[in-house]
């Protein structure tokens, strides 16, 4: 099998992981990951972090704030895949429950995730991911890092937006 099918087929276990993370189950998504301290995470939910500690904790954090989720779909952007390292560029859609909310909102992320060949198989070494899915304005302040759709209901002062977006 090539490369590139080969990480077709992860991509694949890597999407349906997503399902199962927005459902609350980090388990999977944690299974498609690297372990090693050179791994990195960045998500709308908090810093970059690294180093698999780090990274997993990340993940169970972001992971405990879905609930009742599904994954609408990918779109790919771009692949580019080598034998020692591989990216992929996607638009992400999901519905879930956010943050103790009972509204199902509408999520679309732009993402960016780096694997490495490992032990046989590709791992997911970096993953970028932000709510930035159209054209924004220049200047500061051109993209709103924790959208009020994002915190709890007590924290927004407003009921919920169902599609979270930068504003434009």
């Known amino acids: 099998m090539t490369a590139s099918a080969e990480l077709d087929a992860v991509v694949e276990r890597y999407h349906r992981a997503a399902g199962e993370f927005v459902r609350g189950n980090v388990g999977p998504y944690k299974a498609v990951w690297s372990q090693r301290d050179d791994v990195t995470v960045a998500n709308p939910f908090g810093p970059a972090r690294r180093g698999w500690t780090q990274v997993a904790e990340t993940m169970e954090r972001a992971s405990s704030l879905y609930r009742d989720g599904e994954v609408v779909g990918f779109e790919n952007v771009a692949k ?16 879930a429950k956010i943050r103790g909310g009972e509204e199902v909102v509408s999520v679309v992320l732009r993402t960016t995730s780096v694997l490495r060949p490992e032990d046989g198989t590709w791992k997911v070494m970096h993953r970028h991911a932000d709510p930035i ?32 977006r930068a504003p434009a």
Do not use: N
């Open 133 to 164: 899915t159209t054209a924004q304005a220049p200047g500061i302040g051109s993209a709103e890092i924790d959208p009020p759709a994002w915190r709890a209901p007590s924290e927004q002062g407003h009921p919920p937006r169902r599609t979270l």
């Open 80 to 95: 580019y895949v080598t034998p020692e390292l591989a990216y992929i560029v996607e638009i992400e859609r999901l519905r």
